[in-house]
């Protein structure tokens, strides 16, 4: 049986938690105060995913940039793929919150979407 400590992010209490698992199954998490605290540590020791937050160039627009995030979080081991993806995105203004940028990320499935409006010059 192996044992894991975790520190929860899913909110602003990082609860400290254990994970006791036997190979990939999770068999118990306890120090969380909440259900979500749970849910993160069950995810996080079996296949961690991240929301990825960065920004892109926007040509035409009042701002050079905008920032962007990934719609829904990707493998943690996609990180790097997905921010060499983004680095080189280039949009045309206006942005608005909510537009997708990058249709499929670095081939996860994900979208890329602008969280900031840039209206045009």
């Avoid at 209490?13 to 999770?26: F, R, S, Y």
């Avoid at 020791?45 to 829904?72: C, D, F, I």
């Avoid at 081991?77 to 499929?104: L, R």
Wanted: glycine share 8%; proline share 5%; net charge negative.
């Amino acid at each position: 049986m192996e044992t894991r400590h975790l520190t929860c992010i899913n909110c602003p209490m990082g609860c400290q938690l254990t994970v006791e698992m036997e190979g990939q199954e999770v068999l118990s998490v306890t120090g969380n105060s909440c259900p979500r605290g749970d849910m993160y540590a069950r995810t996080e020791v079996v296949n961690p995913v991240r929301t990825v937050t960065s920004s892109v160039l926007v040509t035409g627009g009042q701002a050079e940039r905008t920032s962007v995030k990934t719609a829904n979080p990707i493998p943690k081991g996609m990180i790097f793929d997905v921010m060499k993806e983004i680095d080189s995105a280039v949009i045309a203004a206006p942005v608005k919150i909510g537009d997708v940028v990058i249709e499929d990320v670095a081939g996860t499935g994900v979208q890329v979407v602008a969280t900031k409006n840039i209206a045009a010059r």
